[in-house]
């Protein structure tokens, strides 16, 4: 049995049920976060705890009790038995339930809260010899920088590359490469590490942010700078990060074969730097 | 005790029982549209059913028995004795609950169909006196054209202009208005009628093509143009509309007062018509 968190409950995911009205399933007025547990803690939780609160902000939905979100995902992770296995936490905030209508509820109505945890099964094959990526337009609202579960365009955009056998949907906005359906792009071009600077056009991913300061204490030069579709070609090495994905090196980006194909050293090096990292941390 | 329909079945509202993982509450892929009843028939059920269809078949959502949406809609009013008062109808129908992940689920799983039913009290001050309005940039997606559940850029716009005693908040794309946050917009300047066209920055509204209709039938002259904001001061008269709004006139755009800040001649030719319309098949 699958244990979740529910409005101040911990109960069978079977016994979670989401009102017709709740604003979320209306609105996709909610916000949420996907959480890595690495068998004995979670990656940088407090990076993800920031982001939830400034999403809460931004959207002004008040869940008095946001610091608890730490402490219910360990439970839910003991609770579900997940202790010594990699595991994710999904944890889901949306503005709770009222008649429908456009504008907010009162500020009475609760806000809903869900988690749940599940096993996970890192994707190492991607990581060790690369993924194929699509690139296309970026047809998402103007405030990607919100977690927000508006997400439709990203999914629409995901299948048209799953599809395919591509492994994930990198946007273009204003011939600028932004980032993925659901992760950041990095590249390397003249031997520095360029990625869309945060704005309203990009999430500002937990691992994205882990991977600039690791390439920085690496000396590796970065350059916060959106790279134009245009200059594909002088892109020596590419990866895409998120929460389960890590560092995944990108080898075929828009149908143009990156490098030679395989992924590249700069790349490699930061990989390493992660998983080391990861590894250290556990064994602490 | 409110009825609604859930999955093929009557049943009490309360017992609806959305799932955690339904693709409506964590991606808001689904779409919806909203029927007013008029004490013995719905508004264009016609239009209402093709636009339910064609935002259906942009999302790739199989929902076999759209047909009976009528039917469905019509049971949910006797069923909760709204027969003989106005009344509206909501149904949404998304890509059905299975495991999270950005991908389409297989294609074996059902849509969620849910619909509801309530009694409604139309807004007769504001169509008589007009309504003023916010103009805001539209920080939407690409595919407004598309009647989807991703409504978060709509509710977070209109609660700007509601908080600020204003009744639309209306969208402004590159210097040129679109429609509102969950209306369309028509102007009168030099004696014409003018709407954004239909295109991915606007919903084809049900209202909106009826309007068309009836000032063409009144021989009113029609350009179906963008209406750029800088062109403000030659609109002479503006009203929006929708489903529960009809025509309802706008006497302040923007901190503009149009015309002499009272609901226009020609907007007043229309409403009559609709009205009239509406009032004939009634008695028909």
Redesign the interface.
Known sequence: MQI?Y?NGKFLS?ED?????D????????GV?EVVRWYEGFFFDMDSHLSRLKRSLRE?RINWAEVDMFPALSHELIKQNNLENQPAMI?L?V?RGAAK?S???PSSEVPPTV?A?AWGFVPDIQSKESGIKVMLK?D?????CDIK?????????S??EA?QVGLQECIFVRNGLITEG??SNIFFVIDGMLCTHPESNHILSGVTRKNILRIADELGIKIREEAVQESRIRFIKEAFISNTSAEVTPVTVLGGNTIGDGVPGHVTKLIQEKFDSEVKNKHEN
């Open positions: 979740a529910f995911k979670v049920k989401i009102s017709p709740d604003r979320g399933f209306l609105f996709a007025d949420y959207l999904y889901q949306s429908r456009h504008n907010f869900y749940n337009e047809i998402r609202w103007n405030r927000s579960v508006a997400l439709l365009a990203n999914t629409l995901f299948q799953y359906s659901h």
